[in-house]
């Protein structure tokens, strides 16, 4: 109120002395007052000082278990290097003809947005180097992807019961455009997933070369689930 009882008082000093010099005939221009008025957003009316304005939460997590039923093995797995393993139904050894099972179950944690999910194609795993001279192996083997909103075993048994198809028989090497899936909001809803990755009988081979040449060979395909928020 100090503050404010002195420019007032300067106010009148100034108007005062510009009418005495038009006694005499000159004219003098003040300078114009100036004047901040200071807003922020953020805090409660009562000035408590409680923030009010804050950014929402959007987070996928992950489970490989089977039919994702024990719900302490819930993660996080956010880049190519801490990839979860899949856990195959089998030995993780393939021959001509064979194909291997794997579950994912994707949801949102607890105060998270809904969102969307979307399956990308492989890339090679950055924890590990492949054992694939040339990339043959890779270039042989084909995945095929279904997913179902009912917790469903994942094996040859059980394909048929996940009822939406993410990739067929796609090539590892192949680009892939699969169609989305939707999770619910604070952990409202699981989506289950069944990998199966294949050797086929008659696989694509480079040139001249024999089915023999894909013995012993290793491979570590990373897949990536792109999540977006709805909200």
Same mark, same amino acid.
């Given at each position: 109120?100090?503050?404010?009882?002195?420019?007032?008082?300067?106010?009148?000093?100034?108007?005062? $002395?510009? %009418?005495?010099? =038009?006694?005499?005939?000159?004219?003098?221009?003040? +300078? !114009?007052? /100036? &004047?901040?008025?200071?807003?922020?957003?953020?805090?409660?009316?009562?000035?408590?000082?409680?923030?009010?304005?804050?950014?929402?939460?959007?987070?996928?997590?992950?489970?490989?278990?089977?039919?994702?039923?024990?719900?302490?093995?819930?993660?996080?797995?956010?880049?190519?290097?801490?990839?979860?393993?899949?856990?195959?139904?089998?030995?993780?050894?393939?021959?001509?003809?064979?194909?291997?099972?794997?579950?994912?179950?994707?949801?949102?944690?607890?105060?998270?947005? $809904?969102? %969307?999910?979307? =399956?990308?194609?492989?890339?090679?795993?950055?924890? +590990? !180097?492949? /054992? &694939?001279?040339?990339?043959?192996?890779?270039?042989?083997?084909?995945?095929?992807?279904?997913?179902?909103?009912?917790?469903?075993?994942?094996?040859?048994?059980?394909?048929?019961?996940?009822?939406?198809?993410v990739a067929t028989d796609v090539p590892f090497?192949?680009?892939?455009?699969?169609?989305?899936?939707?999770?619910?909001?604070?952990?409202?809803?699981?989506?289950?997933?069944?990998?199966?990755?294949?050797?086929?009988?008659?696989?694509?081979?480079?040139?001249?070369?024999?089915?023999?040449?894909?013995?012993?060979?290793?491979?570590?395909?990373?897949?990536?689930?792109?999540? /977006?928020?709805?909200?």
């Open positions: 109120m100090a503050q404010k009882k002195t420019q007032r008082g300067r106010k009148a000093v100034a108007i005062a $002395a510009v %009418t005495g010099v =038009l006694g005499v005939g000159v004219y003098t221009t003040l +300078a !114009s007052w /100036t &004047d901040n008025e200071w807003v922020v957003a953020g805090f409660d009316s009562d000035g408590d000082g409680t923030p009010d304005i804050g950014t929402s939460t959007f987070e996928v997590q992950q489970n490989r278990t089977q039919q994702a039923a024990d719900a302490g093995a819930w993660e996080d797995r956010e880049t190519n290097l801490e990839a979860g393993d899949l856990e195959f139904t089998t030995a993780v050894t393939l021959s001509p003809g064979t194909t291997l099972y794997a579950p994912v179950a994707l949801r949102t944690v607890t105060d998270s947005l $809904a969102g %969307t999910v979307t =399956l990308e194609a492989p890339e090679a795993w950055q924890g +590990a !180097s492949a /054992t &694939d001279p040339d990339g043959a192996l890779w270039n042989a083997l084909t995945y095929s992807v279904r997913t179902s909103s009912t917790a469903t075993a994942c094996d040859e048994s059980t394909w048929d019961a996940f009822d939406t198809d090497t192949a680009p892939l455009t699969a169609p989305e899936q939707t999770l619910a909001a604070d952990a409202g809803s699981v989506q289950y997933y069944c990998f199966a990755i294949t050797l086929p009988e008659e696989p694509v081979l480079p040139p001249g070369a024999e089915v023999d040449v894909l013995q012993g060979r290793v491979v570590h395909p990373a897949w990536n689930f792109a999540a /977006t928020s709805l909200d």
